[in-house]
C-alpha cells in the first residue's frame, strides 16, 4: 500500500515540471517574444545657427517617437566619444550650412543641404537597424515638410505674378496665344523642380562597422558556456570521496585543479577561433587577441561555476543551466529594448553579457585584450580561484585534526 501509494506521486511530477520550468522558461524568453523598445539612445549634433537648424533643434526631440530618445551634442567630437562609450547608437547630423544651403535652392546656383546619419553598428545589431529606420523616416519626412514649404511659397509668388499680369491678359482677344499665358506662369525653372521635390540630400555613414562579425558573439556564447560548465563539472567530481596519502598528495592534486581551467581555457579559445574562421568564414584583425579573449571567460566562468560547486556541491549546477537560457537575449539585444522586468531585474547581473559586451569591444571598439569587460572577468577569475582555495584549506585543517 505504502508503494502505491510513492508510486502515485510520479504523476504528479509533470505538473510540478511545469510549474517549476514555465516560471524559468517564460522570463528567459519574454525578451525574445515581447520586443518593447523604449528610449534608445540617439544623438543629435545641430551646428546649423540657421533658422531651419535652430528651429529643428528644437523640434526634432519633441516629435521623436517614444521609441528612440534625442541626445544633443554640442560637436562632432563629443558625438564620436559618445559612440565609443557606447552611449548612442545612432546620431542625426545637420551641418553648419544647412540653412544656407536650403536657401540657395530659391536662387540661380542651388546646391541640396546634406543631413548625415550615423549608425554605431558595433554596439548592437538590432538597434542599429531600428535607429537607421527611425532616423532615415524622420529625414524623409524632414524632406516632405520643407519641400512643401518651398512649394506653397511659390505658390503664392505665383499668384502675385498673375495678379500682376492680369491686366494685360484681360485686355486680350479669346483665342490669343497670350491668354492662355497665365497657365504656364510660374517663378520655378523646370532644371529646379526636383531639387524644391527633394531639398534634402541623405548620407548614412556607419562607425565600428560589424561587417560579417554582427554575430561573433552569438556564435562563441554556447560553446564558450558549454565548456566552461561541464569543466567545472570534471574538476568537482574529480576530487569528490577522493582519498589522499598524504598532505602533499592532496596539495599536489590541489595545484593541478587550480591549473586545468587554464589549460581548458587556452585550448578553447583557440580551437574555437579557428573553426570560426573555417566553419563560419570570420576573418579576425587579429586571431591571437580573440582567441586569448576567450580564453579569458572560460577560464573566468570556469573558477567561478567550479567555486559554486565546491562550496554548494553538485546541485547548484542548475543554477548555471538556466543562466543559459537567460542569457541569449541578453547577448543579442540592447536593454532599450527589453521589457522592464527583464531589463531591470535579470539584465545588469547576468554573466554571459559581460562576456558580450567585452568581445564586441575587442572586434570593433577599442580592440584591446585588456580593456574594462576583460577585467571585471580576471577579478571574477581571482575570486573564484581564492574561493576555491579557501575550501581546499579547510578540507585540510578538517583533515589534520581527525
Request: net charge negative.
Amino acid at each position: 500500500m505504502n508503494k502505491l501509494k510513492n508510486s502515485n506521486r510520479i504523476f504528479i511530477l509533470p505538473i510540478i515540471v511545469a510549474l517549476v520550468f514555465g516560471l524559468i522558461i517564460m522570463p528567459a524568453i519574454m525578451p525574445i517574444i515581447k520586443v518593447d523598445p523604449k528610449d534608445v539612445p540617439i544623438g543629435l549634433v545641430v551646428t546649423d545657427e540657421g533658422d531651419i537648424g535652430t528651429t529643428l533643434a528644437e523640434e526634432l526631440p519633441k516629435n521623436a517617437p517614444d521609441i528612440v530618445k534625442f541626445i544633443q551634442y554640442d560637436s562632432m567630437k563629443d558625438l564620436k566619444v559618445a559612440m565609443d562609450e557606447r552611449e548612442v547608437y545612432g546620431a542625426l547630423e545637420l551641418p553648419s550650412d544647412f540653412s544656407s544651403k536650403v536657401a540657395t535652392l530659391q536662387t540661380d546656383s542651388p546646391q541640396k543641404a546634406t543631413v548625415n546619419i550615423y549608425i554605431n553598428e558595433g554596439a548592437n545589431m538590432s538597434a542599429a537597424t531600428l535607429t537607421e529606420t527611425v532616423l532615415t523616416n524622420m529625414v524623409a519626412m524632414l524632406n516632405k515638410q520643407l519641400s512643401t514649404q518651398m512649394l506653397t511659397a511659390v505658390e503664392d509668388q505665383t499668384e502675385q505674378m498673375k495678379e500682376q499680369l492680369e491686366p494685360v491678359l484681360q485686355a486680350q482677344e479669346d483665342g490669343s496665344p497670350l491668354a492662355e499665358i497665365g497657365d504656364l506662369i510660374s517663378p520655378i525653372q523646370p532644371s529646379k523642380v526636383q531639387d524644391f521635390a527633394n531639398p534634402i540630400v541623405l548620407e548614412v555613414i556607419k562607425v565600428h562597422e560589424t561587417g560579417d562579425l554582427g554575430n561573433a558573439p552569438t556564435a562563441f556564447l554556447t560553446i564558450t558556456w558549454i565548456v566552461s560548465l561541464i569543466g567545472a563539472v570534471m574538476l568537482y567530481l574529480a576530487g569528490t570521496d577522493r582519498t589522499f596519502r598524504s598532505k602533499a598528495e592532496k596539495m599536489k592534486f590541489n595545484t593541478i585543479q587550480s591549473v586545468m581551467p587554464f589549460v581548458y581555457a587556452l585550448a578553447t579559445g583557440y580551437v574555437a577561433t579557428w573553426y570560426s574562421t573555417w566553419i563560419l568564414g570570420f576573418e579576425f584583425e587579429s586571431f591571437n587577441r580573440i582567441a586569448l579573449y576567450i580564453a579569458i571567460c572560460i577560464a573566468a566562468f570556469t573558477f567561478m561555476i567550479f567555486a559554486t560547486l565546491r562550496w554548494l556541491k553538485l546541485p547548484s549546477i542548475a543554477i548555471f543551466m538556466v543562466l543559459m537560457f537567460f542569457s541569449m537575449a541578453a547577448v543579442q539585444m540592447p536593454a532599450e529594448m527589453m521589457p522592464a522586468f527583464y531589463r531591470d531585474y535579470i539584465f545588469s547581473w547576468l554573466p554571459l553579457r559581460i562576456y558580450a559586451d567585452g568581445l564586441k569591444e575587442v572586434l570593433f571598439f577599442s580592440k584591446d585584450l585588456i580593456n574594462s569587460y576583460s577585467s571585471i572577468l580576471i577579478w571574477i577569475l581571482i575570486i573564484g580561484l581564492v574561493l576555491v582555495w579557501i575550501k581546499n584549506i579547510i578540507e585540510k585543517t578538517h583533515e589534520q585534526e581527525t
